[in-house]
T-cell receptor
Framework: AQKITQTQPGMFVQEKEAVTLDCTYD???????LFWYKQPSSGEMIFLIY??????QNATEGRYSLNFQKARKSANLVISASQLGDSAMYFC????????????FGRGTSLIVHP | ETGVTQTPRHLVMGMTNKKSLKCEQH?????MYWYKQSAKKPLELMFV???????ENNSVPSRFSPECPNSSHLFLHLHTLQPEDSALYLC????????????FGSGTQLSVL
């Protein structure tokens, strides 16, 4: 069985500073995918970044980067130069091998960016 | 139009009512999903429809009934719900391929009185 753990229920960061949101996962499959989604107060989940288990380099998408540490089974999201609009819930998710396309989500981390 | 559209955005219903949630995707995707999001709980997968299969979470009560008439439309029929069913119901779609990202709608906020 696969499992996603986000241990930080809430995080606060000053505008323009960097913040790291933690995510650990547990799977016995060698092939899996890791995702981060953002959910603002409007409700819609927005895809941010993806990391494949066989990818050699950490994924980056603009101000978002994924700190992928395979041996530790962690996939932390790093947001650089935080903006007020980054205030939202952030969810880590995983799809595992065997052809599965259905992700399992963590409980989420609430991020508040202060001016 | 946005990629995934859900209606209604808000719904209040009594426990004896019958209502339906609608989801429509304009992305040409092959898989559509219903997720339930309750306060302080992980997103709970309810149902998935793809070209090849229907997947359902066996813990979902029978008072929730999905319908997928074609690859662009997905419904969730509700009847005799309980107050604990109050939640945000999110629809999503994807290509249905391994390790593909999901595209979500804005959700329907359901309150059961």
């Amino acid at each position: 069985a696969q499992k996603i753990t986000q241990t930080q229920p809430g995080m606060f960061v000053q505008e323009k500073e960097a913040v790291t949101l933690d995510c650990t996962y547990d799977t016995s499959d060698p092939s899996y995918g890791l995702f981060w989604y953002k959910q603002p107060s409007s409700g819609e989940m927005i895809f941010l970044i993806y990391q494949g288990s066989y990818d050699q380099q950490n994924a980056t998408e603009g101000r978002y980067s994924l700190n992928f540490q395979k041996a530790r089974k962690s996939a932390n999201l790093v947001i650089s130069a935080s903006q007020l609009g980054d205030s939202a819930m952030y969810f880590c998710a995983m799809t595992h091998g065997g052809g599965s396309y259905i992700p399992t989500f963590g409980r989420g981390t609430s991020l508040i960016v202060h001016p | 139009e946005t990629g995934v559209t859900q209606t209604p955005r808000h719904l209040v219903m009594g426990m004896t009512n019958k209502k339906s949630l609608k989801c429509e995707q304009h992305l040409g995707h092959n898989a559509m999903y219903w997720y339930k999001q309750s306060a302080k709980k992980p997103l709970e997968l309810m149902f998935v429809y793809s070209l090849e299969e229907r997947v359902e979470n066996n813990s979902v009560p029978s008072r929730f009934s999905p319908e997928c008439p074609n690859s662009s439309h997905l419904f969730l029929h509700l009847h005799t719900l309980q107050p604990e069913d109050s939640a945000l119901y999110l629809c999503a779609s994807s290509q249905g391929q391994k390790n593909e990202k999901l595209f979500f709608g804005s959700g329907t906020q359901l309150s059961v009185l």
